[in-house]
């Protein structure tokens, strides 16, 4: 139990366009889903945090205009990168949490989506 | 702000070789430590999570402790595998109402045959 898939597994895009990347929780339902970014030989940085329904919360440097998220449903969040650029280009990877929100929660990560912009 | 560092950064063992991991974090009040395992590429899998309030956990060839005073976290991996090879990633939950992860770096690992 506790699958999270991530679609597409890798994108490469001209500059300029915009990339969509869909998170799934395929097993439970995720009140909460966790948006990060990961650099080559770097840790992974969280960009934000979503609760279904709800408007996501952008850690401090993230340009939310920039990284729309979308927590439409509790099995489904959305990041779109938008006017993406060639600094733009990363791995990113979503988490989703279930049940009770309490800090006793485990994320459940996805595979990853690895962007290249061009 | 939390901060956790891992050391080393990449290490190089031959197979059948115990080892350790390290982490440490700066600020102590954490709800609990995870250790994960990420192959070149891919996703995190959860190795071994703490709870705030537990010294160690144990899966398998794993064992993870947790000195939470000091802020510091060791991952000991027994036997080591071939298979075994991957970054490992040390990551606090903050002592909020966020479970929020903070990530190292990680520690790269190769285990040669």
């Known amino acids: 139990g506790a699958v999270v898939s991530q679609h597409p597994s890798w994108v490469i895009c001209k500059s300029g366009t915009s990339v969509k990347i869909e998170c799934r929780s395929l097993?439970?339902?995720?009140?909460?889903m966790f948006w990060y970014r990961q650099f080559p030989k770097q840790s992974l940085m969280l960009m934000a945090t979503s609760n279904e329904g709800s408007k996501a919360t952008y850690e401090q440097g993230v340009e939310k205009d920039k990284f729309l998220i979308n927590h439409a449903s509790l099995t489904l969040s959305t990041l779109t990168v938008t006017s993406a650029h060639p600094e733009d280009s990363s791995f990113y990877i979503c988490?989703?949490?279930?049940?009770?929100?309490?800090?006793?929660?485990?994320?459940?990560f996805g595979p990853g989506t690895r962007l290249l912009v061009l | 702000k939390q901060e956790v560092t891992q050391i080393p950064a990449a290490l190089s063992v031959p197979e059948g070789e115990n080892l350790v991991l390290n982490c440490s974090f700066t600020?102590?009040?954490?709800?609990?430590l995870q250790w994960f395992r990420q192959d070149p590429g891919k996703g995190l899998t959860s190795l071994l999570l703490i709870q705030s309030s537990q010294r160690e956990q144990t899966s398998g060839r794993l064992n993870a402790s947790l000195d939470k005073s000091s802020g510091r976290s060791t991952l000991y991996i027994a036997a080591s595998q071939p298979g075994d090879s991957a970054t490992y990633l040390c990551?606090?939950?903050?002592?909020?109402?966020?479970?929020?992860?903070?990530f190292g770096k990680g520690t790269m690992l190769l285990v040669s045959p």
């Open positions: 097993d439970f339902q995720a009140t909460t």
């Open positions: 988490s989703c949490a279930g049940g009770a929100f309490t800090g006793l929660e485990t994320q459940y």
């Open positions: 990551a606090v939950a903050l002592n909020s109402g966020y479970s929020t992860l903070t």
């Open positions: 600020d102590s009040a954490i709800y609990n």
